[in-house]
């Protein structure tokens, strides 16, 4: 069980996302990170779309009532376990009454909280995801407040085992963390309605850098700074969009879709994120600049490619470092 003793800015119960249902109008949402994600649940042997908690910005006070395991991933928001600074990206070993607490974020916005056995919340439509706009998902569709009490799952045994071997001992190990940072080159493919973009446009949207706007939040990220223009005014026909989609309304200023994205939109895409470079825009804050750097298609498939070949990786070596505890 966690108790919430402070709620933080927002704190949502977020899995891989709510897939199937796009054609029904509902949204995917999940984890703005999704790598970050994944490499929590790995850490403390949970399954990769097990749900964790997504902390943003400003962090809660989570009580813990069992003995486990946690693993924080994303974003370094200064987290504490009874007033002792831990590290991200590595198993910690909690006891039953300890408390973890957030400070000032160092770098990204978003941590990721998972807990051995994995967090229990009932499935609404195939996922745990918290949807806030349609209250549907996570822990009675909301974001977490005081006094909440969120059920786990139970530790399996073999974890329950290694506990008592590993809480005498700080690990000495994690895994290595995305490159962060509060200015980042962002790689995008060329979108579907690029060439119907001015020349001037197409240009700028390379080499000039664009601003995170106050008026962001999970479903895009609104840019300032440079304006991008078509050649021609007109009216396109809705389509499907995706993470990482770059729309242009009629003012200009793009939008970055993210996890709580709308299922389809009718503005032109300029430009499409590569998924390896999704979680380096979700940890953005307003006021954070980026550039955008193209690359083909071929190489967005092989960078991906890359990553998954990388995870396949971890997983192995964290199960033998698991094995070590046993």
Same mark, same amino acid.
């Given at each position: 069980?966690?108790?919430?003793?402070?709620?933080?800015?927002?704190?949502?119960?977020?899995?891989?996302?709510?897939?199937?249902?796009?054609?029904?109008?509902?949204?995917?949402?999940?984890?703005?990170?999704?790598?970050?994600?994944?490499?929590?649940?790995?850490?403390?042997?949970?399954?990769?779309?097990?749900?964790?908690?997504?902390? /943003?910005?400003?962090?809660?006070?989570?009580?813990?009532?069992?003995?486990?395991?946690?693993?924080?991933?994303?974003?370094? &928001?200064?987290? %504490?376990?009874?007033?002792?600074?831990?590290?991200?990206?590595?198993?910690?070993?909690?006891?039953?009454?300890?408390?973890?607490?957030?400070?000032?974020?160092?770098?990204?916005?978003?941590?990721?909280?998972?807990?051995?056995?994995?967090?229990?919340? *009932?499935?609404?439509?195939?996922?745990?995801?918290?949807?806030?706009?349609?209250?549907?998902?996570?822990?009675?569709?909301?974001?977490?407040?005081?006094?909440?009490?969120? !059920?786990?799952?139970?530790?399996?045994?073999? =974890?329950?085992?290694?506990?008592?071997? /590993?809480? #005498?001992?700080?690990?000495?190990?994690?895994?290595?963390?995305?490159?962060?940072?509060?200015?980042?080159?962002?790689?995008?493919?060329?979108?579907?309605?690029?060439?119907?973009?001015? !020349?001037? #446009?197409?240009?700028?949207?390379?080499? $000039?850098?664009?601003?995170? #706007?106050?008026? #962001?939040?999970?479903?895009?990220?609104?840019?300032?700074?440079?304006? &991008?223009?078509?050649?021609?005014?007109?009216?396109?026909?809705?389509? /499907?969009? /995706?993470?990482?989609?770059?729309?242009? *309304?009629?003012?200009?200023? *793009?939008?970055?879709?993210?996890?709580?994205?709308?299922?389809?939109?009718?503005? *032109?895409?300029?430009?499409?994120?590569?998924?390896?470079?999704?979680?380096?825009?979700?940890?953005? %804050?307003?006021?954070?600049?980026?550039?955008?750097?193209?690359?083909? &298609?071929?190489?967005?498939?092989?960078?991906?490619? $890359?990553?998954? =070949?990388?995870?396949?990786?971890? %997983?192995?070596?964290?199960?033998?470092?698991?094995?070590?505890? %046993?």
């Amino acid at each position: 069980m966690l108790k919430i003793l402070k709620s933080g800015l927002q704190t949502t119960v977020q899995d891989l996302g709510r897939y199937g249902f796009q054609k029904y109008g509902v949204i995917v949402s999940g984890a703005m990170d999704p790598y970050a994600h994944r490499l929590a649940n790995l850490l403390v042997r949970n399954a990769e779309n097990a749900a964790t908690l997504e902390i /943003a910005l400003v962090g809660p006070a989570v009580q813990f009532d069992n003995d486990g395991f946690i693993a924080l991933c994303g974003g370094n &928001l200064s987290p %504490k376990i009874d007033g002792k600074q831990v590290d991200l990206w590595r198993p910690i070993a909690v006891k039953k009454g300890s408390t973890l607490t957030f400070g000032a974020p160092k770098t990204g916005c978003r941590c990721y909280l998972a807990v051995s056995g994995g967090i229990s919340v *009932p499935e609404v439509m195939n996922s745990r995801s918290t949807y806030l706009r349609a209250e549907i998902g996570g822990f009675h569709g909301r974001a977490l407040k005081m006094g909440d009490l969120v !059920e786990v799952n139970p530790l399996p045994p073999e =974890q329950l085992a290694a506990f008592y071997k /590993a809480i #005498s001992k700080e690990t000495d190990w994690q895994v290595l963390a995305p490159r962060y940072s509060a200015e980042p080159v962002i790689r995008i493919i060329r979108g579907r309605q690029y060439d119907l973009f001015d !020349e001037q #446009s197409k240009r700028r949207v390379f080499t $000039e850098p664009f601003s995170v #706007s106050a008026n #962001s939040d999970r479903m895009g990220y609104r840019l300032e700074g440079t304006l &991008l223009s078509l050649k021609e005014p007109g009216e396109l026909i809705s389509e /499907a969009v /995706a993470f990482g989609s770059i729309q242009v *309304p009629a003012d200009g200023n *793009p939008i970055v879709l993210l996890a709580d994205r709308q299922t389809t939109g009718g503005y *032109p895409k300029i430009g499409q994120v590569a998924s390896v470079d999704l979680p380096l825009v979700s940890q953005l %804050k307003p006021g954070n600049r980026l550039r955008f750097q193209e690359i083909s &298609l071929e190489e967005a498939q092989q960078l991906w490619m $890359e990553q998954e =070949q990388k995870i396949r990786q971890l %997983k192995i070596s964290i199960q033998l470092k698991w094995e070590e505890w %046993k």
